[in-house]
């Protein structure tokens, strides 16, 4: 373990701007936990290679310490609060609850805010520190974080031979607690440091690791028109019966690759290929029907931008439609009613719909080329 020790305290010495002090007391409790493992491990134990076993577990978590401190403490708090997100997202809405988007997100930040601490704690008894312990340098961040995602990862063992990781364990209880009518409010918090460098941080538990996943409060009009783009997908989804979709969309938000998306699905790639066709499917259909007023008012590709097509391609669309398509777009951009409109040209409010999406989808492959 001396040995450990040594290695782990150069290369935290060599990869971060810490103290000496800070970098010496990291290298002490990774190899104190790597030998509480290595010990407690039947299976190690039983290896006759307790040596190799304790190098690679060392290494395994000092390099989620440099992870999480390279990419400093708003980055690595987004990219934990991503991940975990992302593990408890098929758990955390309670199945009597028809919950939108927002609402789902909102419950998933206060399940995680109380994880956090819940982890915090954790940390604590097992490194064996005071209870009022903080990481308060950004080393000491990475540390706590890096040790949240094992922490998260665990397998429980249950009955039946079988095991769960614990942040879903307590994902589940934490629906199951849920009554139908609760409307959860999430306040705002207040950051502390954020810089790179070798800062004070000192939040208060309650507001340890909070990061919002989608802007909350005030938001610049782009992102509240993004917003309401989504909230209209994913109900539209859930009106054609197309859950899977909608969960599909969801994880994608989050910028996970695509294995990951597989493995929270439970997909194989050809299951998740056909899914991502199908969710395309119903994307376009949503984007030329009904909704296609505030998806092309968010791609600024609305009637008053001419479907977002230059000059060149808008005077081709019009030579490329009939003379029934060319007085509908005009009819559009004068802003009547549909019932006007359809009385005008001699259609039912069903053929003027079909009409103005085969025109929305002529611009759209248009403005693709």
């Not at 010496?24 to 290679?49: M, T």
């Not at 805010?113 to 903080?134: D, I, K, M, W």
């Not at 974080?145 to 249950?158: D, G, N, Q, S, V």
């Not at 009385?343 to 079909?354: D, M, S």
């Amino acid at each position: 373990m001396e040995a450990l020790f040594q290695r782990l305290f150069k290369e935290l010495r060599q990869g971060t701007r810490s103290s000496e002090p800070n970098c010496r007391q990291l290298a002490e409790r990774l190899s104190q936990e790597v030998n509480r493992i290595c010990s407690e491990s039947k299976r190690i134990q039983d290896s006759g290679e307790i040596e190799a076993w304790a190098t690679s577990l060392g290494k395994h978590r000092l390099t989620q310490c440099l992870k999480y401190y390279k990419l400093g403490s708003h980055r690595g708090r987004v990219d934990l609060h991503s991940t975990l997100s992302a593990i408890v997202y098929r758990y955390i809405t309670p199945p009597q609850v028809q919950a939108s988007y927002q609402a789902r997100l909102n419950l998933i930040e206060d399940f995680l805010q109380g994880f956090y601490v819940e982890s915090l704690n954790a940390f604590r008894r097992e490194n064996q520190l005071t209870e009022t312990y903080q990481p308060r340098t950004l080393l000491e961040l990475a540390e706590y974080m890096a040790f949240t995602e094992r922490y998260a990862k665990r397998r429980i063992p249950l009955p039946g031979r079988r095991n769960q990781q614990l942040i879903i364990l307590r994902a589940q209880t934490f629906s199951k607690q849920q009554p139908p009518e609760t409307a959860v409010d999430i306040e705002q918090t207040t950051e502390g440091a954020s810089g790179d460098g070798d800062q004070t941080w000192s939040p208060s538990p309650t507001q340890l690791m909070r990061q919002q996943m989608v802007s909350q409060g005030t938001e610049i009009p782009e992102d509240a028109l993004r917003s309401k783009v989504i909230e209209a997908l994913l109900t539209y989804l859930k009106e054609k019966n197309q859950e899977d979709c909608a969960d599909y969309f969801t994880l994608r938000l989050l910028d996970l690759p695509t294995s990951e998306i597989e493995q929270i699905l439970g997909l194989t790639p050809r299951q998740r290929d056909y899914l991502q066709q199908r969710f395309k499917y119903h994307l376009i259909r949503f984007s030329l029907s009904h909704h296609w007023e505030l998806v092309h008012e968010w791609l600024e590709a609305d009637l008053e931008h001419n479907l977002g097509l230059t000059p060149q391609q808008w005077d081709h669309l019009q030579e490329s439609i009939s003379q029934k398509q060319v007085k509908l777009l005009q009819f559009k951009q004068q802003g009547l009613a549909e019932t006007e409109i359809a009385q005008a040209l001699g259609c039912t409010p069903n053929q003027l719909q079909k009409q103005w999406s085969k025109l929305l989808e002529q611009a759209w492959e248009i403005r693709n080329l």
